[in-house]
DNA sequence: GCCAACGTTGGC
DNA sequence: GCCAACGTTGGC
């Protein structure tokens, strides 16, 4: 499949995981598990190596986006789903047929400042933005281009 | 803690 | 296949 990086956003609470706990880890790289939804999961199996990833903490004090990461490894099964003991255990899914997956995601970099979604909404490039729709729930996103463009600007402290 | 917006489940 | 009930997400 030919064709340029793509853009995604990702959700994850700070509380839970946060960008630093990424920028922490060795190889500053996780398997990104727990999705339990499956437009969600269809976005990361169509994710590719070197797709750039905004990396949103969600139930935060304020929302916000805090920096960039990326896609270092295709989807493969969430082993998580298999683990009666793990909160995201599922007891439908087959190991012959895995219903979840994870992408592995690599930081890239962290905002100076986080954008907070009261930010992100005074931007009118970003009307159309999935994030920003009311009642938008979806934890892994697509992010259009020129989205991409807006938010990486001002996440370098420019154009306000 | 509240609750609106969603997604899923299951009875029918 | 409909839809009510329920569970979850996530901003506020």
Same mark, same amino acid.
């Given at each position: 499949? $030919? #064709?340029g990086r793509q853009y995604w956003l990702m959700k994850s609470? /700070?509380?839970v995981f946060s960008i630093d706990d990424l $920028? !922490? &880890? /060795?190889?500053r790289t996780t398997s990104w598990d727990g999705v339990r939804n499956y437009q969600a999961r269809n976005f990361m199996r169509a994710m590719q190596p070197g797709d750039q990833? &905004?990396?949103?903490h969600s139930n935060a004090n304020p929302p916000s986006v805090v920096g960039i990461a990326e896609v270092v490894k295709t989807a493969y099964p969430d082993a998580t789903q298999f683990n009666p003991q793990d909160p995201h255990y599922d007891p439908g899914s087959r190991p012959e047929q895995p219903r979840w997956d994870v992408v592995d995601v690599r930081f890239v970099h962290k905002f100076e400042t986080p954008l907070s979604l009261d930010v992100l909404r005074g931007q009118p490039r970003l009307k159309g933005m999935e994030l920003l729709r009311k009642g938008s729930r979806l934890s892994v996103q697509p992010v259009r281009a020129t989205e991409w463009d807006q938010v990486t600007r001002l996440g !370098? #402290? !420019?154009a306000h």
């Open positions: 499949m $030919a #064709g609470e /700070p509380d $920028a !922490r &880890l /060795p190889n990833v &905004l990396f949103y !370098r #402290g !420019r």
